[in-house]
Structure formats: C-alpha cells, structure tokens
C-alpha cells in the first residue's frame, strides 16, 4: 500500500531520494531512531477539528523534541 501511494510521486520527482522502512514499534521511538540517518522527517497530523486541531499529536510532539533533523508536520 506505502508503494502504491508513492509511486507516483517517485515519478513526479525522481531525484528525491525515499526509504520505504516499516517497523511494529511506539510510532514516536521508531521515527526517532530512524531520524538519525534522515535529513528531513515528515509526518502527518490528523486534525481532528475545533480546538483539538490545534494541538499536535504525541507522535509529532515527541518528534519535535527529539529528532536530531528538521521535522515538518503536515496538516490536512
């Protein structure tokens, strides 16, 4: 499914390099470990509307606070 959903975004730029990596972990430990070897890490939000909108995630939070990248949190 990752690699349907990328496929044509690999197409549309092909110089943008992506590891595909799936791991059963805490979503926030995984990306962490993982972010040590990234330049960028981009995650999603699920912006659940009104006030809880406006608030990130665990997942972003911890990601925001412990990745050794820049970090981009990308809302609907």
């Given at each position: ?21 799936v791991a059963q972990d805490r979503p926030a ?45 990308v809302r609907p």
């Amino acid at each position: 499914m990752l690699g349907e959903r990328l496929a044509r975004w690999q197409e549309k730029y092909p110089e943008v390099s992506v590891d595909r990596i799936v791991a059963q972990d805490r979503p926030a430990h995984s990306l962490i470990e993982q972010a040590r070897d990234a330049q960028l890490v981009v995650v999603g939000s699920r912006g659940r509307g009104g006030l809880a909108g406006l608030l990130l995630g665990s997942t972003s939070q911890a990601l925001l606070q412990h990745a050794p990248c820049p970090v981009v949190v990308v809302r609907p």
